[in-house]
């Protein structure tokens, strides 16, 4: 069984999902596929994947397992040492930082409804993997804007601060997709299993 992720996803979420379905399963060999850029499902030869934002691709299998708020984080002593943005259009005052997949280089649109509006923010840093811009911002390089399942955790140890929260920012689809619309029995488990786990309030919380 062939899986694709993103490398900050698996290594936050999904490595211990993995163990938790191999112990229910142990006759099932699978193979785990951290990437920075989506592999394509078919030429890579992917059973199953994990896609945040998107699809790309209207031929693959969709399947929504949850919704990610983006967030705007920084360090108390980037926060200190540059202030605290109040509104949305604020931002552009400050080092943004965010990732982007080299297959789809988005560019954030914020929406700051009555606190302003800024429809394209320029980034001073971006990587491909999510937990560079998240380890640049505990460092205090700037602010970073994630979905919030990347700095959940920093944020409840105080490592990052959430800013603008009462502006609108936009929602990720977390998806389970896969190009076969017959499914093995293995992927049909993993998949079944993904959608248990992820799809839940608790997991959203957590």
């Known amino acids: 069984l062939r899986v694709g992720a993103p490398i900050a996803f698996t290594h936050l979420h999904l490595t211990k999902l993995v163990v938790e379905f191999l112990e229910r399963h142990p006759d099932i060999e699978l193979q785990l596929l951290p990437r920075s850029s989506p592999l394509d499902l078919v030429a890579d030869e992917i059973d199953v994947a994990i896609r945040i934002g998107k699809p790309s691709s209207s031929s693959m299998v969709v399947r929504r397992l949850a919704s990610d708020p983006v967030v705007v984080v920084g360090s108390s002593a980037y926060l200190q040492g540059h202030g605290t943005p109040q509104t949305v259009a ?71 601060i959430r800013v603008l929260e009462r502006s609108t920012l936009p929602e990720l689809p977390i998806n389970v997709v896969y190009a076969q619309r017959t499914l093995p029995a293995r992927v049909r488990a993993f998949v079944d299993f993904l959608v248990g786990r992820l799809s839940t309030r608790t997991w959203k919380e957590r």
């Open 90 to 160: 604020d931002l552009s005052d400050h080092v943004c930082l965010h990732f982007s997949s080299e297959a789809e280089h988005p560019r954030w649109r914020l929406a700051g409804g009555p606190c302003g509006t800024l429809t394209s923010l320029r980034a001073n840093l971006v990587a491909t993997d999510a937990s560079v811009i998240r380890d640049a911002s505990i460092e205090g390089l700037g602010l970073a804007i994630l979905p919030s399942h990347i700095v959940a955790g920093d944020v409840r140890a105080g490592r990052l």
